[in-house]
């Protein structure tokens, strides 16, 4: 293999030294240890202790990513839709814990001692995003100093930091063509067996409303989690365009349209076809006559499967009229988050070095006028708690990601890359989620994406299986 595409994995004794395919293996370690998990969990759940069994597993869970925060990066990735199912963000004690929230807390750690310990992060493309992510999540950890809130601040803060070290891991374990494959192949699996299953055993708001409704979930976390694994299944079928991926590609893409049209999160069903008109122009401009034949296609099965479930009453009462409207400018120019934003301009201005690491909602009660808690702009909330140097050192690492991005010189990469990208910033304007994983993981699944691309191309490796060079 060559020295530009070496991976330190001899550090992971779960798994086995990739080869010129790497990707992600299974090691003699890892498999023994998962055999003999399932065996003595299997023995504690037929004595009756459910609890003891799952305890068993979330053991195996935290030896497989301490032993490998890549491991901990995928199970993040391909869970999510699992977790915000099984673990709604409110209404229920798991608040702040969650299975893959202790995951990414543990992957985190793991690679930061790695780190610690002498690994020197082979990251080369995004070196300037991780440095100005870096410098971002120390000055969130220096504003606590100034919150006046230091528990709510302090956790505020570790979201954070938590976050960016998953970038800088991904971007460091997760850059390999085959791993990236393999995580978006299993992301889509994920969203789409978590959102069927939130599908037949959710309830509904009430009848006349008729949206989706997960105990106390935010429902708009779910929706978006949901579209994220549709871009990720998108983006799979772009750089692997077998038979085997194209035929599972599309049966999820269509089971994950019929979640996220019940969820009636409008950002979600505009982010799709928007981000991918974004991805054919910068990837495909000089062929932008069959990207755009392609979007047609795609949006006459979106609009041909709305159809469908609105005759059959899948879609009915106040959703149905709800999601007529997603794309009537009335909604977007009409939108009271247009007051929101000026609001959290004018807290700015009266608190110019910011309220300090998660202290947006107590700036709101204090001194806003409308009521509500948050900007509903990832952008704006940053400027609220971290002032423009917060504001200047997030956006700068989002802008050279970005420009990262749409250089990847591979098409189908490159437009893979795009497509996710576009969406989760499209989201990122409606929403206030910089401490929030639904921002955070596609920005990880991007930045290992672009370094990989660079490696390979630094090596001289074959092109993703796009089948456009």
């Not at 990707?23 to 759940?45: E, H, N, P, Y």
């Not at 900007?375 to 423009?388: A, D, R």
């Amino acid at each position: 293999m060559s020295d530009v595409a070496a991976i330190p994995y001899a550090a992971h004794p779960l798994l086995t030294e990739p080869g010129d395919e790497g990707g992600l293996r299974f090691g003699a370690g890892l498999v023994g240890l998962t055999v003999v998990a399932l065996i003595v969990a299997a023995a504690v759940l037929a004595a009756g202790a459910g609890i003891a069994a799952g305890a068993v597993m979330g053991a195996w869970a935290l030896v497989v990513v301490i032993a490998s925060p890549r491991a901990g990066i995928v199970m993040a990735l391909t869970l999510q839709v699992w977790d915000v199912t099984l673990n709604p963000e409110q209404g229920t004690a798991l608040v702040f814990y969650s299975p893959v929230r202790v995951i990414m807390l543990v992957a985190a750690a793991s690679y930061l001692v790695r780190c610690l310990l002498g690994h020197r992060p082979d990251i080369v493309r995004l070196r300037g995003v991780t440095t100005l992510l870096a410098f971002f999540a120390v000055w969130t950890l220096l504003s606590v100093g100034w919150s006046g809130a230091f528990s709510s601040a302090w956790r505020a803060s570790a979201k954070i930091i938590i976050q960016v070290l998953l970038v800088m891991a991904a971007a460091d374990y997760l850059a390999e063509p085959k791993a990236i494959r393999q995580t978006l192949f299993l992301t889509m699996a994920g969203g789409a067996t978590g959102g069927i299953y939130a599908l037949l055993y959710g309830a509904v708001r009430s009848e006349e409303e008729f949206r989706l409704a997960l105990g106390g979930l935010g429902i708009n976390v779910f929706a978006i989690s949901i579209g994220f694994a549709i871009t990720a299944a998108m983006a799979l079928v772009l750089i692997r365009r077998t038979a085997l991926i194209v035929m599972a590609g599309v049966a999820s893409l269509i089971a994950m349209t019929l979640v996220a049209l019940r969820t009636g999160t409008r950002s979600v069903i505009a982010a799709v076809p928007l981000a991918v008109l974004a991805a054919g122009c910068v990837a495909y401009w000089r062929q932008i006559h069959k990207w755009l034949l392609l979007t047609a296609v795609l949006g006459g099965v979106l609009i041909g499967t709305f159809n469908w479930a609105v005759q059959t009453g899948f879609i009915r009462g106040s959703l149905r009229d709800r999601l007529l409207t997603v794309f009537s400018a009335e909604t977007y120019t009409t939108n009271e988050r247009w007051a929101l934003w000026a609001e959290a301009l004018r807290i700015y201005a009266e608190q110019p070095m910011g309220t300090g690491a998660g202290q947006e909602a107590s700036a709101y009660l204090t001194r806003g006028r409308t009521g509500n808690l948050e900007s509903h702009n990832t952008f704006l909330s940053i400027l609220v708690e971290y002032s423009v140097i917060g504001l200047g050192l997030f956006s700068g690492a989002v802008l050279m990601l970005a420009w990262h991005a749409v250089g990847i010189p591979v098409p189908a990469a490159r437009a893979a890359a795009t497509l996710i990208l576009v969406f989760t910033l499209f989201n990122a304007m409606k929403g206030s989620s910089h401490e929030n994983r639904i921002l955070w993981l596609p920005l990880t699944m991007v930045a290992a994406m672009i370094e990989c691309e660079d490696r390979r191309r630094r090596a001289a490796e074959p092109v993703w299986d796009g089948g456009d060079g």
